[in-house]
Nanobody, 114 residues
Framework: QVQLVESGGGLVQPGGSLRLTCVAS????????MGWYRQAPGKEREFVAG???????YYNPSVKERFIVSRNNANNTVWLQMSSLKDEDTAVYYC????????WGQGTQVTVSS
């Protein structure tokens, strides 16, 4: 059974930091692309960051220099370190993974507000 379980969301002030964690099971993690998407209220889901099996990383230009995606294949975990958070980063953040990013977690809420 495929599972992606996110954690680490919450309320943070502008300029603050959060680290999201996603633990995966039920598929071959080390062979899989992993990524993070987000969906803000009233908006389409958008790509945030991705990391390939070879550890190459990719970012939405709006988060580059502020967010870092990383992975550990030994414990099937991917992280999203978010810094210098802005109000517009408020969204539900989803972990995704697989050969074609076909597996999705249930999401974790990130709220940036003073």
């Amino acid at each position: 059974q495929v599972q992606l379980v996110e954690s680490g969301g919450g309320l943070v002030q502008p300029g603050g930091s959060l680290r999201l964690t996603c633990v995966a099971s039920g598929f071959i993690f080390s062979d899989s692309k992993m990524g993070w998407y987000r969906q803000a209220p009233g908006k389409e889901r958008e790509f945030v960051a991705g990391i390939h099996p070879n550890f190459n990383t990719y970012y939405n230009p709006s988060v580059k220099e502020r967010f870092i995606v990383s992975r550990n294949n030994a414990n099937n975990t991917v992280w999203l370190q978010m810094s210098s958070l802005k109000d517009e980063d408020t969204a539900v953040y989803y972990c995704t993974g697989g050969k074609l990013l076909e597996n999705w977690g249930q999401g974790t809420q990130v709220t940036v507000s003073s």
